[in-house]
């Protein structure tokens, strides 16, 4: 079974009650149906992008997985929150490099450190503008998966 999250005017619905009941595929025309109701739609769209017209009016779509919607909410919540920011691991693995020091000034993107996990070099960016005020690691430094690296104000 699919988890689906709806969001109508950015407020989340329930959507786990709907399903979906394609009437014709090719033609993107399709029912909603759900406990004893039916609402026709039409589904247009390709890849995570897509416009469902329900009642006539057009509702634009993001199909995301559960990974990239995770991600989409992480940036969400660290672009609307100020203040200091733990930055943490998301893999364990072995510090290999830090590109900042205490006190540099880093913008969204900018490269902090490297981390290397299974023979592979993993960059760890900025998730958003700010000063470095506290460094936890250094190279050689193991770090587990939830492990802070550094903190940005």
Do not use: C, F
């Amino acid at each position: 079974m699919t988890d689906y999250e709806a969001r109508v005017d950015g407020e989340p619905t329930i959507a786990g009650a709907w399903r979906v009941e394609w009437e014709d595929r090719e033609r993107g025309l399709a029912r909603l149906v759900a406990d004893g109701r039916s609402v026709p739609v039409l589904v247009e769209g390709q890849g995570t992008d897509w416009v469902v017209t329900l009642g006539g009016r057009r509702i634009p779509v993001s199909v995301r997985t559960w990974r990239e919607r995770l991600l989409a909410e992480a940036d969400t919540a660290s672009r609307v929150h100020s203040g200091p920011m733990d930055v943490k691991a998301t893999l364990p693995g072995l510090v290999v490099t830090v590109a900042v020091a205490i006190g540099d000034e880093v913008e969204e993107g900018t490269s902090l450190l490297t981390i290397e996990a299974m023979k592979m070099q993993n960059e760890v960016r900025a998730p958003r503008a700010g000063r470095v005020i506290e460094l936890t690691v250094e190279p050689g430094l193991a770090v587990a998966t939830g492990a802070v690296l550094l903190r940005l104000e």
